[in-house]
């Protein structure tokens, strides 16, 4: 299992943008070999997947945020990031990260951040 914390999040402007950040305390080192997420949650709504990106670094956006959300990972510092711009009020949500083994096993998910966007 690893422990993770996301940080980044707040209140912006529609058009906007945010970075959210994602640490990862690892004392097993099994960090690099998982692959990692962000989803998000919405009042009312079900929790669904934003962002993933593999342990070779590739990655897959739901359609509602391809072109504006960019995720990546630094294995060294053991950072997961979402570059969100031309943030939308419906991209409100809290949002957090989450680790899988490429076996699909949930390593861990983080407390989760907030973010709320106006219009």
């Known amino acids: 299992q690893v422990q993770l914390v996301e940080s980044g999040g707040g209140f912006v402007q529609a058009g906007g943008s945010l970075r959210l950040s994602c640490s990862c305390a690892?004392?097993?080192?099994?960090?690099?070999?998982?692959?990692m997420g962000w989803y998000r949650q919405a009042p009312g709504k079900q929790r669904e997947l934003v962002a993933r990106i593999t342990t070779s670094s590739s990655t897959a956006y739901a359609d509602s945020v391809k072109g504006r959300f960019a995720i990546s990972r630094d294995n060294a510092k053991k950072m997961v990031y979402l570059q969100m711009n031309s943030l939308k009020p419906e991209d409100t949500a809290v949002y957090y990260c989450?680790?899988?083994?490429?076996?699909?096993?949930?390593?861990?998910w983080g407390q989760g951040t907030q973010v709320t966007v106006s219009s």
């Open positions: 989450t680790a899988t083994s490429p076996a699909g096993i949930s390593r861990g």
């Open positions: 690892d004392p097993g080192n099994i960090f690099s070999i998982n692959n």
